[in-house]
């Protein structure tokens, strides 16, 4: 079995900086493209950032320069480096993983269980 597990998540005022850390384990053979997505409340979820297997990355227009993704292939790690936080990014943030199951011998998208980001004074 694969599972992604978010931690970093927390209460931060405007202009503070989180690091959000997702760590896959499993019966993993290999991670392909990982992302990090967003959903506040009544709202739809949304890609925030994504990062290939061999580092290439892409952002969501309003974090672009705020936001870093980053990963870690040997700890099987993705990292979302969050500074200049603004109320508006409070959500409660996902990772997924396109990830090579050995026990299935399948690519599948997998999701993490979410951690909440708050951004208030």
């Known amino acids: 079995q694969v599972q992604l597990v978010e931690s970093g998540g927390g209460l931060v005022q405007p202009g503070g900086s989180l690091r959000l850390s997702c760590a896959a384990s499993g019966s993993i053979f290999s991670i392909n493209d990982m992302a990090w997505y967003r959903q506040a409340p009544g709202k739809q979820r949304e890609r925030v950032a994504s990062i290939t297997s061999g580092g290439s990355t892409n952002y969501f227009n309003s974090v672009k320069g705020r936001f870093t993704i980053s990963r870690d292939n040997a700890k099987k790690t993705v990292y979302l480096q969050m500074n200049m936080l603004k109320p508006e990014d409070t959500a409660v943030y996902y990772c997924?993983?396109?990830?090579?199951?050995?026990?299935?011998?399948?690519?599948?998208?997998?999701w993490g269980q979410g951690t909440q980001v708050t951004v208030s004074s």
């Open positions: 997924k993983g396109d990830i090579l199951s050995m026990a299935t011998l399948r690519t599948m998208w997998y």
